[in-house]
């Protein structure tokens, strides 16, 4: 492990970005989220989860894959060029990191995502760990340590040190061009500060979340609970959670007509919106209920089924803060599970 | 940004003009030999009205630097009245991008009548003569269509 | 193995009228060979820039070693495009996705018994026509084939001509509607089978409008068929091909990746909706 | 609790046979919009209530029965256009109008540091905020919402019964356009610079759409292939523009300035300044008459170059 003193930051920040180029959270009028650092970006330290999540850097919201030409009848591909450069993303928290690692299952699998796989691979990524968990929390219910976030690289700020413990050989590569302000020192020094972590982190209003109901009960058996014609009503069918979830990767791939050529990209989509599933001889999923259902019968119960029991959700708390009308994923696991 | 061969900016501006009133101007000024710049893209609608707002930002996506909308005077409407409800319509959208910072002398609506040749020409080169000064649109431009 | 999403390029070299709203069209690939190979059941993803993208049954058999076929339905925006082209337009295409009919294995040496509606004969057409490829393996072939009138029996002509000069070959052409110059069987498909009194030794693919499968599924039930021997394959909105874009799942199982081909008894352990 | 005896004794008298309204999330400060058919002891209505119900009443009213819908003063005008527009069917809601003195924005008690909050309790103008970290007291009028804070005006309209009307209090500090003449007087640099920042934010996630009373298009144009508008991500800067352009169009003349957009935006995109911007203009120019301004015209409006005849950085 090794420290720097806490008013060296942007000392730090600055060599990072010299090394190639580093994003973290920042306030963008009044909102926080991952920004490129320069200088006058300060970090929100404070800042317990940005808006948006980490996601972004490997699964953009908005990508291009490629370009049509259309000449008569002949066609001719454009591929498109995404280069990818190595970067840095400082400040994620421990549940953006796992959910990478849930968003691997789905990317990595065969057949590999290449788009995602190029920029796993260009992606250093920090992970500072949670001085303050707030009310929202709920990443222990899932197994995660806040106080020991995963990632390439992981930092305790403490009153006055930064601490720096490198995890993988991309992190081991990027310490090792820091030597000269990270001084070496022994891990014992954040013990309380991971206690105190632990201590807030089993307080929390959420983080009893139990889902033994949804683990042992058959798909079937929850599909036709009773509770999803309820539950949804006060869902606007906006795409809110799905947007700042750090888990959501469902995807829609578009045509968008320049003019002289045609770009296909792919972009998100969510399972709420109500022409998810529409085909041209009507929609599979008629109401609501169902694209509610289908959100979170897909996280609580169809992703563990096809990942050997990994639940699709970190408990980042990003759709209990941000849903309009007060629904999130622990109020629905706890109703349909009658908890 | 597109040039002509004397590395002047050509712009390209587009006038929607209703069927009835200045669509015929144009062909007026153009029987009378009256000059407007060839930058000038004619659509044709059947009223002022018919033209919603998509049409002026499409248009701007889609590479137009300034989007002109000339109908039948006020009152002189082939429908009676779809030319006072363009009035409205342009009046609050043309406001709202100013508002978004968008440059005011890109957007304009002008009356126009059959019998006005000389005014269409006019006004086209106005039109353009302003655009030019403005140069490139930067501010409602959609990089994909570049 | 890698899926870019990025398609390649096929030429349509044939455009054939099936019925008036049912073309099958031709496709090889710029070098005028079959673009890729693949199994009975298997989808592709055709596409025109600009106008979409879709998942579409491979009507032709793998045995066709020249070209691939898609019988398609004119229902949409991209297939109202599909039917408008003319031969020698290119399109893009890619694939194979999805699972495949048992040909090789649960399916080999059986007697088969092929039960269609409509367009649902497009990936029926394509095991048909494999198993008639490699007669020697497989028992008697029944196939039962529905549709609204005669004029709407897709490849009307194969079904006559090749199909029925196998004599262990038996089709059963029924229409839903009396139709002047039409002598063979009205009434709807699910009845006819009924009629038939097929022997339960048979395997079942079934495929068709959402509706008839499921009175043909319980016509089947009642005549001592087991959930075990019938087939059917599905279709919902796609955008992927791989399991990745998340919409057309059926409870935990993915249509594209999982499927299209499942056997009721697999079908069963799903929720009935979607 | 009034609200809960008052919707018991209509519920009896036949008047509902169901009741919209608010019930009590997982945490100690949320609230969630309900419906409720038994058990109307669970119906809350307090200062964390700030969704605006009166749009879920376009499917509510498709079904049987009447249905009993809690209405905050703004909630009531949202209602009102429904019904003038025909989205909702009237006759099967009861409209009970509940008093209001503003809603509480948990974003803005965290705003100022504000950690691990449990529970809030209000004591007249003063909350306590009970956290994992201690309590910690705030001033109520810190913490309302935007929309509060220049709030059109606590008289219901077109409800069926008022409920303790007296107890509502004005919590209006802000002069309801002062945002847009703030935004008006800049240059246009700034301007372009400051909505160039904000609507980068946008994620299109659609929630300022869905919420909206104005926004009740069976299908909206960004969702219909056919339109040629549809998009689902912002795929360019010019879509971000092009997507709060013409939504915020869409709703002018209509938009009867509830604030739901900007309250629900994740990133706190000031959405309403887009709204009253169209508002004050029509004010300006075409006076504040009850018909929606786009549906109507006089034979002496304004011509369009109003715009560029006014000078630069013009309030």
Known sequence: MRKLSSDRMSELFERLDSLCPLYLPGEKDGAVSFVRYEQGVDYAVGALNTVRSAKDFFFPQVENIAAFRMTGKKIEILENQNGNEPFVVFGVRACDAASFSLLDQVFLSEPVDPYYRDRREAGTVITVACGEPDTSCFCTAFGIDPAEPKGDISVWLTDGFLYWQPRTDKGENLTENLTDILEECDGGEIKSYQDTIKTIANQLPLANLNLSYWENTDEKEIFASPVWDEIYKGCLGCGLCTFVCPTCQCYDVRDFDCGETVRKFRCWDSCMYSDFTRMAHGNPRKTQKERFRQRFMHKLKYFPENNGGLVSCVGCGRCVRSCPQGLNIVKTARRVSDD | MPMNENGEFTPLIVAFCCNWCSYAGADLAGSGRLAYPAEVKIIRVPCSCRVNPTFILRAFQKGADGVILAGCHPGDCHYSTGNYYTRRRMTLLFSMLEYLGIEKERTRVEWISAAEGAKFAATMNDFAAKIHELGECKRLEDLRCK | ?274 | MQITKTIKKLVSEGKADRVFGWKKGELGFDTEPALFTEDFDSVVYNSLCGANLCKYMINETKKDGTVLLLLKPCDSRGLQLLTKEHRVRREKIYALGVPCRGKIDVDKISDKGIKGMIDIQENGDTLTVVTLYGEQTVPRQDVLYEKCLSCVGKEHVGCDEVLSPELSEDTTVNDRFAGVTALEEKNPEARFAFWRSQLSKCIRCNACRNVCPACSCVKCIFDNPSSGMDSKANADDFEENLYHIIRSFHVCGRCTDCGECSRVCPEKIPLHLLNRKYIKDIHKLYGDGDEAALLTFTKDDAEPSVVYERGEGHA
């Open chain 3, 1 to 274: 193995m890698t899926e870019t999403l990025i398609p390649m390029i096929g030429v349509i070299t044939d455009i054939r009228l099936d019925t008036p709203d049912v073309k099958t069209f031709r496709v090889v690939g710029r070098d005028g060979k079959k673009c890729f190979s693949h199994l009975p059941g298997q989808c592709a993803m055709l596409s025109v820039p600009g106008i979409g993208e879709a998942m579409f049954s491979i009507t032709s058999s793998p045995t066709n070693k020249d070209y691939m076929e898609f019988s398609i339905k004119k229902c949409g925006c991209l297939t109202d495009w599909l039917h408008a082209m003319e031969v020698g337009q290119e399109i893009l295409i890619r694939g194979p996705y999805g699972n495949h009919f048992p040909v090789e294995s649960e399916l080999k040496q059986k007697n088969l018994l092929f039960i269609a509606g409509g367009i649902g004969l497009a990936p029926l057409r394509s095991v048909i026509n494999y198993c008639r490829d490699n007669r020697n393996d497989y028992g008697v072939l029944d196939i039962v084939y529905g549709s609204r009138s005669k004029d709407d029996l897709v490849d009307y002509r194969e079904i006559l001509e090749e199909w029925t000069a196998d004599e262990r070959t038996r089709v059963h052409l029924t229409i839903d509607r009396p139709q002047d110059g039409w002598d063979g069987h009205v009434g709807f498909v699910p009845d006819f089978v009924r009629e038939l009194a097929f022997d339960t030794d048979k395997t079942v693919l079934l495929c068709g409008p959402p509706i008839m499968i499921k009175f043909t599924l319980q016509k089947l039930l009642e005549m001592g068929f087991a959930k075990t021997q019938i087939y059917t394959t599905m279709e919902l909105r796609m955008k992927c091909g791989v399991g990745k874009c998340g919409r057309c799942n059926i409870g935990s199982k993915y249509v594209c990746k999982d499927g299209p081909v499942f056997r009721f008894d697999e079908l069963d352990e799903l929720p009935d909706e979607y």
